[in-house]
Protein backbone atom coordinates (compact mmCIF):
# COMPACT_ATOMS: atom_id res chain seq x y z
CA UNK A 1 0.00 0.00 0.00
CA UNK A 2 0.98 3.79 -0.58
CA UNK A 3 -0.25 7.07 0.86
CA UNK A 4 0.09 10.07 -1.00
CA UNK A 5 -1.22 13.30 -0.01
CA UNK A 6 -3.53 16.26 -1.87
CA UNK A 7 -0.36 18.02 -3.00
CA UNK A 8 1.06 14.08 -4.75
CA UNK A 9 3.46 13.57 -2.20
CA UNK A 10 4.22 10.38 -1.10
CA UNK A 11 3.24 10.19 2.89
CA UNK A 12 4.54 6.43 3.09
CA UNK A 13 4.12 3.13 2.25
CA UNK A 14 4.70 -0.33 3.38
CA UNK A 15 7.50 -2.90 2.89
CA UNK A 16 5.96 -4.24 -0.28
CA UNK A 17 5.40 -1.10 -2.07
CA UNK A 18 8.67 0.21 -0.87
CA UNK A 19 10.01 -2.86 -2.71
CA UNK A 20 7.61 -2.69 -5.66
CA UNK A 21 8.56 0.80 -6.24
CA UNK A 22 12.00 1.61 -4.51
CA UNK A 23 12.21 5.37 -5.45
CA UNK A 24 8.83 5.86 -2.94
CA UNK A 25 10.40 7.35 -0.17
CA UNK A 26 8.33 9.74 2.08
CA UNK A 27 8.51 13.41 0.85
CA UNK A 28 9.26 11.92 -2.45
CA UNK A 29 6.85 13.75 -5.27
CA UNK A 30 4.42 11.32 -6.67
CA UNK A 31 5.68 11.49 -10.31
CA UNK A 32 9.27 10.51 -9.37
CA UNK A 33 8.04 7.65 -7.11
CA UNK A 34 5.17 6.11 -9.68
CA UNK A 35 4.91 5.60 -13.10
CA UNK A 36 2.82 8.31 -14.82
CA UNK A 37 -1.00 6.51 -14.95
CA UNK A 38 -0.81 5.92 -11.26
CA UNK A 39 0.07 9.56 -10.78
CA UNK A 40 -1.91 10.98 -13.21
CA UNK A 41 -4.93 8.80 -11.57
CA UNK A 42 -3.89 10.21 -8.44
CA UNK A 43 -3.92 14.07 -9.50
CA UNK A 44 -7.32 13.78 -10.78
CA UNK A 45 -8.86 12.66 -7.42
CA UNK A 46 -8.15 15.88 -6.57
CA UNK A 47 -8.48 17.89 -3.04
CA UNK A 48 -9.45 17.17 0.67
CA UNK A 49 -12.69 16.44 1.20
CA UNK A 50 -15.19 13.09 0.27
CA UNK A 51 -14.40 12.57 -3.19
CA UNK A 52 -16.06 10.16 -5.63
CA UNK A 53 -13.86 7.04 -6.29
CA UNK A 54 -13.49 5.25 -9.87
CA UNK A 55 -16.04 2.70 -11.05
CA UNK A 56 -13.33 0.11 -12.09
CA UNK A 57 -10.28 0.01 -10.30
CA UNK A 58 -7.13 1.19 -12.74
CA UNK A 59 -4.56 -0.74 -14.09
CA UNK A 60 -1.27 -0.59 -15.48
CA UNK A 61 2.25 -1.49 -15.56
CA UNK A 62 5.05 -1.65 -13.03
CA UNK A 63 8.45 -3.17 -13.22
CA UNK A 64 7.23 -4.96 -16.34
CA UNK A 65 4.21 -6.57 -14.62
CA UNK A 66 0.30 -5.85 -14.50
CA UNK A 67 -1.13 -4.30 -11.39
CA UNK A 68 -4.50 -3.06 -10.28
CA UNK A 69 -4.49 0.09 -8.36
CA UNK A 70 -7.99 0.58 -5.94
CA UNK A 71 -7.70 4.06 -4.50
CA UNK A 72 -9.13 4.91 -0.73
CA UNK A 73 -9.90 8.46 -0.40
CA UNK A 74 -9.31 10.21 3.52
CA UNK A 75 -11.00 12.81 4.84
CA UNK A 76 -7.84 15.01 4.76
CA UNK A 77 -7.64 14.30 1.02
CA UNK A 78 -4.97 11.91 0.78
CA UNK A 79 -5.31 8.86 -1.28
CA UNK A 80 -4.17 5.33 -0.18
CA UNK A 81 -3.38 3.30 -3.26
CA UNK A 82 -3.78 -0.29 -2.93
CA UNK A 83 -1.89 -2.24 -5.47
CA UNK A 84 -2.63 -5.55 -6.69
CA UNK A 85 -0.33 -7.74 -8.65
CA UNK A 86 -2.98 -8.30 -11.58
CA UNK A 87 -0.02 -10.00 -14.28
CA UNK A 88 -1.88 -13.93 -14.36
CA UNK A 89 -5.00 -12.48 -14.64
CA UNK A 90 -4.39 -10.33 -17.08
CA UNK A 91 -2.46 -13.13 -19.61
CA UNK A 92 -5.57 -14.98 -18.90
CA UNK A 93 -8.27 -12.69 -20.33
CA UNK A 94 -6.08 -12.12 -22.84
CA UNK A 95 -5.52 -15.44 -23.72
CA UNK A 96 -9.56 -15.75 -23.71
CA UNK A 97 -9.81 -13.06 -25.61
CA UNK A 98 -7.30 -14.14 -28.33
CA UNK A 99 -9.23 -17.76 -27.94
CA UNK A 100 -12.55 -15.86 -28.76
CA UNK A 101 -11.38 -14.12 -31.48
CA UNK A 102 -9.80 -17.31 -33.31
CA UNK A 103 -12.62 -19.35 -32.09
CA UNK A 104 -15.06 -16.86 -34.14
CA UNK A 105 -11.80 -16.59 -37.25
CA UNK A 106 -12.85 -20.78 -37.48
CA UNK A 107 -16.46 -20.39 -37.34
CA UNK A 108 -16.14 -17.18 -40.16
CA UNK A 109 -13.97 -19.31 -42.35
CA UNK A 110 -15.88 -22.76 -42.38
CA UNK A 111 -18.97 -20.89 -42.92
CA UNK A 112 -17.70 -18.65 -45.91
CA UNK A 113 -15.22 -21.64 -47.03
CA UNK A 114 -18.68 -24.39 -46.86
CA UNK A 115 -20.48 -21.19 -48.84
CA UNK A 116 -19.17 -22.81 -52.27
CA UNK A 117 -19.10 -25.96 -53.99
CA UNK A 118 -16.59 -24.35 -56.37
CA UNK A 119 -12.58 -25.38 -56.38
CA UNK A 120 -11.87 -22.26 -57.46
CA UNK A 121 -14.19 -20.20 -55.17
CA UNK A 122 -12.47 -22.42 -52.51
CA UNK A 123 -9.15 -21.56 -52.92
CA UNK A 124 -9.79 -17.88 -53.44
CA UNK A 125 -11.33 -17.90 -49.51
CA UNK A 126 -8.55 -19.96 -48.17
CA UNK A 127 -5.83 -17.75 -49.70
CA UNK A 128 -7.71 -14.20 -48.88
CA UNK A 129 -8.59 -15.04 -45.42
CA UNK A 130 -5.42 -16.50 -44.51
CA UNK A 131 -3.56 -13.27 -45.42
CA UNK A 132 -5.78 -11.48 -43.80
CA UNK A 133 -5.69 -12.81 -40.48
CA UNK A 134 -2.72 -15.28 -40.20
CA UNK A 135 0.20 -13.82 -42.45
CA UNK A 136 1.12 -11.12 -44.81
CA UNK A 137 0.43 -12.85 -47.80
CA UNK A 138 -0.69 -16.41 -48.68
CA UNK A 139 -0.78 -19.30 -51.21
CA UNK A 140 -3.15 -21.90 -51.32
CA UNK A 141 -1.67 -24.67 -53.64
CA UNK A 142 -3.91 -27.27 -55.22
CA UNK A 143 -2.43 -30.94 -56.38
CA UNK A 144 0.00 -30.76 -59.45
CA UNK A 145 -2.18 -31.07 -62.75
CA UNK A 146 -0.26 -32.80 -64.87
CA UNK A 147 3.52 -31.10 -64.89
CA UNK A 148 1.15 -27.65 -63.73
CA UNK A 149 0.84 -26.25 -60.23
CA UNK A 150 -2.32 -24.52 -59.51
CA UNK A 151 -1.41 -21.42 -56.84
CA UNK A 152 -3.92 -18.87 -55.92
CA UNK A 153 -1.50 -16.06 -53.86
CA UNK A 154 -3.06 -12.99 -52.47
CA UNK A 155 -1.62 -10.51 -50.77
CA UNK A 156 -2.72 -8.99 -47.38
CA UNK A 157 -5.64 -6.03 -48.48
CA UNK A 158 -5.33 -7.60 -52.05
CA UNK A 159 -7.44 -10.03 -54.21
CA UNK A 160 -6.28 -13.60 -55.12
CA UNK A 161 -4.79 -13.82 -58.21
CA UNK A 162 -4.98 -17.72 -60.00
CA UNK A 163 -1.52 -18.91 -61.70
CA UNK A 164 -0.66 -21.76 -62.99
CA UNK A 165 2.93 -23.02 -62.16
CA UNK A 166 5.29 -25.18 -63.74
CA UNK A 167 7.51 -25.87 -60.82
CA UNK A 168 8.55 -28.98 -59.01
CA UNK A 169 7.49 -28.71 -55.33
CA UNK A 170 9.96 -31.01 -53.96
CA UNK A 171 12.42 -28.06 -54.60
CA UNK A 172 10.80 -26.11 -51.42
CA UNK A 173 11.45 -27.44 -48.41
CA UNK A 174 8.26 -28.86 -46.99
CA UNK A 175 6.15 -27.99 -49.65
CA UNK A 176 6.39 -31.87 -51.54
CA UNK A 177 5.32 -33.39 -48.01
CA UNK A 178 2.37 -31.20 -47.93
CA UNK A 179 0.68 -32.00 -51.23
CA UNK A 180 1.64 -35.24 -50.13
CA UNK A 181 -0.61 -35.19 -46.81
CA UNK A 182 2.62 -35.52 -44.39
CA UNK A 183 2.95 -33.46 -41.20
CA UNK A 184 3.98 -30.02 -41.76
CA UNK A 185 8.36 -29.01 -41.65
CA UNK A 186 8.32 -26.29 -38.50
CA UNK A 187 8.97 -23.00 -40.08
CA UNK A 188 11.46 -22.19 -37.74
CA UNK A 189 13.57 -25.45 -40.20
CA UNK A 190 12.66 -23.30 -43.41
CA UNK A 191 14.94 -20.86 -44.46
CA UNK A 192 12.86 -17.80 -45.87
CA UNK A 193 15.90 -17.18 -48.36
CA UNK A 194 14.90 -20.38 -50.18
CA UNK A 195 11.96 -19.09 -50.77
CA UNK A 196 11.42 -19.27 -54.93
CA UNK A 197 10.27 -16.30 -57.39
CA UNK A 198 7.28 -17.64 -57.80
CA UNK A 199 6.22 -18.27 -54.15
CA UNK A 200 6.95 -14.42 -53.52
CA UNK A 201 4.44 -12.00 -54.51
CA UNK A 202 5.62 -9.11 -56.68
CA UNK A 203 5.83 -6.29 -54.27
CA UNK A 204 6.29 -8.23 -50.83
CA UNK A 205 10.25 -7.18 -50.34
CA UNK A 206 12.31 -9.62 -48.22
CA UNK A 207 10.41 -12.78 -46.45
CA UNK A 208 11.15 -13.07 -42.73
CA UNK A 209 9.52 -16.23 -42.08
CA UNK A 210 7.44 -18.71 -43.56
CA UNK A 211 4.63 -21.85 -42.79
CA UNK A 212 3.94 -24.66 -45.03
CA UNK A 213 1.20 -26.81 -43.66
CA UNK A 214 -0.63 -29.75 -45.52
CA UNK A 215 -4.66 -28.58 -46.58
CA UNK A 216 -5.91 -32.15 -45.89
CA UNK A 217 -8.88 -33.92 -47.66
CA UNK A 218 -11.17 -36.83 -47.44
CA UNK A 219 -8.50 -39.31 -47.84
CA UNK A 220 -6.12 -37.66 -50.31
CA UNK A 221 -4.94 -34.49 -49.81
CA UNK A 222 -6.44 -31.16 -51.07
CA UNK A 223 -3.14 -29.19 -51.32
CA UNK A 224 -0.81 -27.25 -49.15
CA UNK A 225 -0.96 -23.44 -47.20
CA UNK A 226 1.93 -20.98 -46.97
CA UNK A 227 1.81 -18.50 -45.06
CA UNK A 228 4.49 -15.35 -45.33
CA UNK A 229 5.58 -12.92 -42.76
CA UNK A 230 7.97 -10.04 -43.86
CA UNK A 231 10.90 -9.27 -42.41
CA UNK A 232 10.05 -6.39 -40.37
CA UNK A 233 7.00 -8.74 -38.62
CA UNK A 234 7.40 -11.35 -35.71
CA UNK A 235 7.78 -14.27 -37.01
CA UNK A 236 5.65 -17.33 -36.51
CA UNK A 237 5.00 -18.84 -33.31
CA UNK A 238 4.54 -22.05 -32.05
CA UNK A 239 1.36 -21.63 -31.11
CA UNK A 240 0.21 -19.50 -34.41
CA UNK A 241 1.64 -22.27 -36.38
CA UNK A 242 -0.81 -24.73 -34.71
CA UNK A 243 -3.82 -22.52 -35.46
CA UNK A 244 -2.75 -22.61 -38.86
CA UNK A 245 -2.55 -26.22 -38.81
CA UNK A 246 -6.75 -26.06 -37.59
CA UNK A 247 -7.94 -23.21 -40.47
CA UNK A 248 -5.71 -25.44 -42.65
CA UNK A 249 -7.97 -28.62 -41.97
CA UNK A 250 -10.91 -26.51 -42.22
CA UNK A 251 -10.23 -25.09 -46.14
CA UNK A 252 -9.08 -28.41 -46.85
CA UNK A 253 -12.11 -30.26 -46.17
CA UNK A 254 -13.96 -27.92 -47.91
CA UNK A 255 -11.55 -27.56 -51.06
CA UNK A 256 -11.97 -31.59 -50.78
CA UNK A 257 -15.49 -31.31 -50.88
CA UNK A 258 -15.32 -29.08 -54.01
CA UNK A 259 -12.86 -31.21 -55.76
CA UNK A 260 -15.55 -34.31 -55.29
CA UNK A 261 -18.50 -32.72 -56.02
CA UNK A 262 -16.65 -31.29 -59.31
CA UNK A 263 -15.63 -34.92 -59.96
CA UNK A 264 -19.15 -36.55 -59.66
CA UNK A 265 -21.19 -33.49 -61.62
CA UNK A 266 -18.42 -34.79 -64.40
CA UNK A 267 -19.21 -38.37 -64.22
CA UNK A 268 -22.93 -37.09 -63.78
CA UNK A 269 -22.83 -35.09 -66.84
CA UNK A 270 -21.69 -37.93 -68.81
CA UNK A 271 -24.12 -40.30 -67.70
CA UNK A 272 -26.95 -37.95 -68.41
CA UNK A 273 -25.77 -37.19 -71.98
CA UNK A 274 -25.85 -41.00 -72.39
CA UNK A 275 -29.65 -41.46 -71.03
CA UNK A 276 -31.25 -38.29 -72.27
CA UNK A 277 -33.05 -38.80 -74.99
CA UNK A 278 -31.85 -37.95 -78.16
CA UNK A 279 -32.39 -35.06 -80.51
CA UNK A 280 -34.72 -36.04 -83.69
CA UNK A 281 -33.94 -35.02 -87.06
CA UNK A 282 -35.66 -36.01 -90.63
CA UNK A 283 -34.15 -39.54 -91.69
CA UNK A 284 -34.14 -40.95 -94.80
CA UNK A 285 -37.00 -39.05 -96.00
CA UNK A 286 -39.12 -38.88 -92.80
CA UNK A 287 -39.53 -36.57 -90.46
CA UNK A 288 -38.93 -36.99 -86.28
CA UNK A 289 -39.31 -34.89 -83.56
CA UNK A 290 -39.44 -35.63 -79.94
CA UNK A 291 -39.94 -34.30 -76.17
CA UNK A 292 -39.31 -34.98 -73.35
CA UNK A 293 -39.80 -33.76 -69.67
CA UNK A 294 -38.80 -34.88 -66.34
CA UNK A 295 -40.98 -35.96 -63.59
CA UNK A 296 -39.16 -33.28 -61.40
CA UNK A 297 -38.09 -30.06 -62.42
CA UNK A 298 -34.93 -30.46 -60.98
CA UNK A 299 -34.37 -33.71 -62.93
CA UNK A 300 -32.81 -34.29 -66.22
CA UNK A 301 -33.76 -37.78 -66.15
CA UNK A 302 -36.84 -40.34 -65.70
CA UNK A 303 -37.99 -43.33 -66.70
CA UNK A 304 -39.55 -42.45 -69.93
CA UNK A 305 -37.38 -42.34 -73.02
CA UNK A 306 -37.37 -42.75 -77.01
CA UNK A 307 -34.80 -43.38 -79.60
CA UNK A 308 -34.65 -43.52 -83.08
CA UNK A 309 -32.31 -45.94 -84.98
CA UNK A 310 -31.76 -45.59 -88.83
CA UNK A 311 -31.36 -48.18 -90.67
CA UNK A 312 -28.15 -49.75 -91.30
CA UNK A 313 -28.83 -49.88 -95.43
CA UNK A 314 -30.57 -46.39 -97.12
CA UNK A 315 -34.14 -47.80 -97.82
CA UNK A 316 -34.62 -49.86 -95.06
CA UNK A 317 -36.79 -48.78 -92.35
CA UNK A 318 -35.72 -47.05 -89.27
CA UNK A 319 -36.24 -48.11 -85.58
CA UNK A 320 -38.21 -45.91 -82.89
CA UNK A 321 -38.60 -46.92 -79.48
CA UNK A 322 -40.61 -45.44 -76.72
CA UNK A 323 -41.01 -46.66 -73.48
CA UNK A 324 -42.01 -46.04 -69.86
CA UNK A 325 -40.58 -47.89 -67.22
CA UNK A 326 -41.67 -48.30 -63.98
CA UNK A 327 -40.50 -46.18 -61.30
CA UNK A 328 -38.73 -42.07 -61.39
CA UNK A 329 -35.61 -39.95 -61.02
CA UNK A 330 -32.36 -42.24 -61.57
CA UNK A 331 -33.50 -45.29 -60.60
CA UNK A 332 -35.77 -45.44 -63.42
CA UNK A 333 -33.50 -43.62 -66.21
CA UNK A 334 -30.63 -46.38 -64.84
CA UNK A 335 -32.94 -49.04 -65.98
CA UNK A 336 -34.10 -47.00 -68.92
CA UNK A 337 -30.16 -46.92 -70.11
CA UNK A 338 -30.64 -50.67 -69.77
CA UNK A 339 -33.76 -51.30 -72.01
CA UNK A 340 -32.27 -49.18 -74.16
CA UNK A 341 -28.42 -50.59 -74.00
CA UNK A 342 -30.31 -54.47 -75.15
CA UNK A 343 -32.72 -52.82 -77.74
CA UNK A 344 -29.64 -51.44 -79.57
CA UNK A 345 -28.16 -55.18 -79.35
CA UNK A 346 -31.53 -56.85 -80.95
CA UNK A 347 -31.05 -53.84 -83.93
CA UNK A 348 -30.52 -57.04 -86.24
CA UNK A 349 -33.84 -58.24 -85.60
CA UNK A 350 -35.69 -55.01 -86.19
CA UNK A 351 -37.94 -56.58 -89.09
CA UNK A 352 -39.35 -58.92 -85.76
CA UNK A 353 -41.05 -56.86 -83.47
CA UNK A 354 -42.47 -59.92 -81.79
CA UNK A 355 -39.57 -61.25 -81.31
CA UNK A 356 -37.67 -58.27 -80.15
CA UNK A 357 -40.08 -57.74 -77.56
CA UNK A 358 -40.22 -61.32 -76.49
CA UNK A 359 -36.45 -61.53 -76.11
CA UNK A 360 -36.47 -57.96 -74.02
CA UNK A 361 -39.04 -59.57 -72.08
CA UNK A 362 -36.52 -62.55 -71.37
CA UNK A 363 -33.73 -60.37 -70.46
CA UNK A 364 -36.08 -58.38 -67.88
CA UNK A 365 -37.22 -61.67 -66.04
CA UNK A 366 -33.44 -62.69 -65.93
CA UNK A 367 -32.81 -59.88 -63.84
CA UNK A 368 -32.65 -59.89 -59.98
CA UNK A 369 -34.20 -56.81 -60.11
CA UNK A 370 -38.59 -56.28 -60.35
CA UNK A 371 -38.57 -54.15 -63.38
CA UNK A 372 -40.99 -53.57 -66.25
CA UNK A 373 -41.43 -51.47 -68.84
CA UNK A 374 -44.26 -50.52 -71.49
CA UNK A 375 -42.88 -49.76 -74.96
CA UNK A 376 -44.29 -49.57 -78.24
CA UNK A 377 -41.77 -50.02 -81.43
CA UNK A 378 -42.17 -48.11 -84.62
CA UNK A 379 -40.68 -49.19 -88.38
CA UNK A 380 -40.79 -45.88 -90.63
CA UNK A 381 -39.82 -46.21 -94.34
CA UNK A 382 -40.31 -44.06 -96.60
CA UNK A 383 -41.72 -45.39 -100.03
CA UNK A 384 -42.53 -42.45 -102.72
CA UNK A 385 -44.08 -39.70 -101.04
CA UNK A 386 -45.36 -41.79 -98.48
CA UNK A 387 -44.16 -43.44 -95.26
CA UNK A 388 -44.92 -46.95 -94.46
CA UNK A 389 -44.92 -47.57 -90.70
CA UNK A 390 -45.34 -50.94 -88.54
CA UNK A 391 -46.46 -50.49 -84.91
CA UNK A 392 -46.27 -52.47 -82.21
CA UNK A 393 -47.48 -51.92 -78.77
CA UNK A 394 -45.89 -53.89 -75.96
CA UNK A 395 -48.95 -52.77 -72.89
CA UNK A 396 -48.56 -49.37 -74.67
CA UNK A 397 -51.03 -46.84 -75.24
CA UNK A 398 -51.48 -46.87 -79.01
CA UNK A 399 -50.11 -44.59 -81.30
CA UNK A 400 -52.24 -41.74 -82.80
CA UNK A 401 -52.75 -41.47 -86.67
CA UNK A 402 -53.30 -37.67 -88.08
CA UNK A 403 -54.80 -37.46 -91.32
CA UNK A 404 -54.46 -34.89 -93.64
CA UNK A 405 -58.27 -34.29 -92.98
CA UNK A 406 -58.41 -33.53 -89.38
CA UNK A 407 -59.42 -37.29 -88.49
CA UNK A 408 -57.51 -38.56 -85.70
CA UNK A 409 -57.26 -42.41 -85.62
CA UNK A 410 -55.69 -44.66 -83.09
CA UNK A 411 -53.55 -47.60 -84.26
CA UNK A 412 -54.59 -50.89 -84.25
CA UNK A 413 -52.14 -52.76 -82.00
CA UNK A 414 -51.83 -53.87 -78.89
CA UNK A 415 -49.72 -56.40 -77.01
CA UNK A 416 -48.41 -57.50 -73.17
CA UNK A 417 -46.18 -55.26 -70.60
CA UNK A 418 -42.69 -56.06 -71.25
CA UNK A 419 -40.87 -58.06 -67.98
CA UNK A 420 -43.82 -58.59 -66.04
CA UNK A 421 -44.71 -61.93 -67.52
CA UNK A 422 -42.77 -65.05 -68.90
CA UNK A 423 -44.92 -65.22 -72.31
CA UNK A 424 -45.41 -61.54 -74.21
CA UNK A 425 -48.02 -61.19 -77.06
CA UNK A 426 -47.89 -58.59 -79.47
CA UNK A 427 -50.20 -57.48 -82.30
CA UNK A 428 -48.32 -55.83 -85.12
CA UNK A 429 -50.28 -53.17 -87.11
CA UNK A 430 -49.25 -51.26 -90.71
CA UNK A 431 -50.13 -47.55 -91.43
CA UNK A 432 -49.06 -45.75 -94.46
CA UNK A 433 -48.86 -41.86 -94.21
CA UNK A 434 -49.49 -39.50 -96.90
CA UNK A 435 -47.41 -36.26 -97.48
CA UNK A 436 -48.55 -34.00 -94.44
CA UNK A 437 -49.53 -37.09 -92.30
CA UNK A 438 -48.43 -38.07 -88.66
CA UNK A 439 -48.04 -40.64 -86.26
CA UNK A 440 -47.74 -39.83 -82.64
CA UNK A 441 -46.16 -41.92 -79.72
CA UNK A 442 -46.65 -40.70 -76.84
CA UNK A 443 -46.31 -42.32 -72.72
CA UNK A 444 -49.02 -41.69 -70.19
CA UNK A 445 -47.43 -38.82 -68.66
CA UNK A 446 -49.14 -37.32 -71.02
CA UNK A 447 -52.55 -38.36 -70.86
CA UNK A 448 -52.90 -38.92 -67.08
CA UNK A 449 -51.40 -35.55 -66.15
CA UNK A 450 -53.62 -33.81 -63.86
CA UNK A 451 -54.77 -30.18 -64.29
CA UNK A 452 -57.37 -27.75 -65.04
CA UNK A 453 -59.92 -25.74 -63.95
CA UNK A 454 -60.56 -27.70 -60.63
CA UNK A 455 -56.82 -28.99 -60.44
CA UNK A 456 -57.50 -33.19 -60.31
CA UNK A 457 -59.23 -33.53 -64.29
CA UNK A 458 -56.72 -36.01 -66.30
CA UNK A 459 -55.72 -34.30 -69.39
CA UNK A 460 -56.89 -37.98 -70.86
CA UNK A 461 -56.85 -39.52 -74.41
CA UNK A 462 -60.57 -37.59 -76.13
CA UNK A 463 -58.82 -34.23 -75.09
CA UNK A 464 -55.80 -35.09 -76.49
CA UNK A 465 -57.13 -36.34 -80.00
CA UNK A 466 -59.03 -33.08 -80.41
CA UNK A 467 -56.17 -31.51 -79.80
CA UNK A 468 -54.13 -33.04 -82.35
CA UNK A 469 -56.72 -32.99 -84.71
CA UNK A 470 -55.87 -29.51 -84.90
CA UNK A 471 -52.23 -29.99 -86.24
CA UNK A 472 -53.40 -31.58 -89.14
CA UNK A 473 -50.45 -30.63 -91.95
CA UNK A 474 -48.37 -29.19 -89.16
CA UNK A 475 -44.30 -30.42 -89.08
CA UNK A 476 -43.63 -33.36 -87.04
CA UNK A 477 -41.45 -30.66 -84.62
CA UNK A 478 -44.54 -28.16 -84.29
CA UNK A 479 -46.93 -31.30 -83.19
CA UNK A 480 -44.27 -32.03 -80.82
CA UNK A 481 -43.80 -28.52 -79.55
CA UNK A 482 -47.88 -28.12 -79.22
CA UNK A 483 -48.23 -31.38 -77.35
CA UNK A 484 -45.44 -30.39 -74.67
CA UNK A 485 -47.10 -26.96 -74.96
CA UNK A 486 -50.60 -28.22 -73.77
CA UNK A 487 -50.00 -30.75 -71.24
CA UNK A 488 -47.84 -27.83 -69.20
CA UNK A 489 -50.64 -25.23 -69.32
CA UNK A 490 -52.92 -28.38 -68.27
CA UNK A 491 -50.83 -29.15 -65.48
CA UNK A 492 -50.57 -25.17 -64.02
CA UNK A 493 -47.24 -26.08 -62.18
CA UNK A 494 -48.79 -29.33 -60.43
CA UNK A 495 -46.81 -32.67 -59.67
CA UNK A 496 -46.44 -35.34 -62.61
CA UNK A 497 -45.12 -38.42 -63.77
CA UNK A 498 -42.79 -38.34 -66.57
CA UNK A 499 -44.02 -36.97 -70.20
CA UNK A 500 -42.57 -38.33 -73.53
CA UNK A 501 -43.51 -37.90 -77.26
CA UNK A 502 -42.78 -38.76 -80.29
CA UNK A 503 -44.07 -37.48 -83.96
CA UNK A 504 -43.46 -39.39 -86.82
CA UNK A 505 -44.26 -37.31 -90.23
CA UNK A 506 -44.10 -37.65 -94.16
CA UNK A 507 -43.07 -34.40 -95.24
CA UNK A 508 -44.85 -32.33 -97.75
CA UNK A 509 -42.01 -33.21 -100.41
CA UNK A 510 -41.56 -33.97 -104.14
CA UNK A 511 -39.45 -36.81 -105.68
CA UNK A 512 -36.40 -35.91 -107.77
CA UNK A 513 -35.67 -38.80 -110.40
CA UNK A 514 -32.00 -39.83 -110.82
CA UNK A 515 -29.92 -37.90 -113.03
CA UNK A 516 -28.79 -40.91 -114.53
CA UNK A 517 -31.84 -42.86 -114.18
CA UNK A 518 -29.98 -45.78 -112.24
CA UNK A 519 -28.91 -44.10 -109.26
CA UNK A 520 -31.15 -43.45 -106.19
CA UNK A 521 -33.49 -40.34 -106.59
CA UNK A 522 -33.96 -37.34 -103.49
CA UNK A 523 -36.58 -35.60 -102.24
CA UNK A 524 -37.48 -32.09 -102.11
CA UNK A 525 -39.42 -30.08 -99.53
Known amino acids: MLVADAQSVVEWCNEAAGFLLPAAARGTPL ?16 HPGPRAVPDGPLSGSIAGCRFQAHPTVREDGSVAWWLIDDTDHQLVREALHMERERTAFLAKSS ?14 VTAQMAAESLADAALAIAPARGHRLPVVTCLRGGAPTLSQETVDPDDVPGLGEALRGFPPVPSRWIDPAVAPRWMVPEGFGPVGSIVITPLPGHGVPAGALVLLRKAESAAFSDEEEVFARLFAARAGAAMSAARLYAEQTAITDVLMRELLPPALHQISGVDFAGRYRPSEDHERIGGDFYDVHPAAVEGNASLVTLGDVCGKGLEAAVLTGKIRNTLHALLPLADDHERMLGLLNTALLS ?7 TL ?6 RRGNEVDLKLTSGGHPAPLIIRANGGVEEADTAGALIGAMPDVFARTAAVSLAPGESCVLYTDGITEAKGGPMGDDMFGEERLKRALAGCAGMPAEGIAEHVEMLA ?8 HDDMAVVVISAPRTHHLS ?3 GHTRGRFTA
Open 31 to 46: TDAVPAWLATAHHELG
Open 111 to 124: SALLSSLNLGRCMD
Open 367 to 373: SHHTQFV
Open 376 to 381: VLASAT
Open 488 to 495: AQWLGGRR
Open 514 to 516: AVN
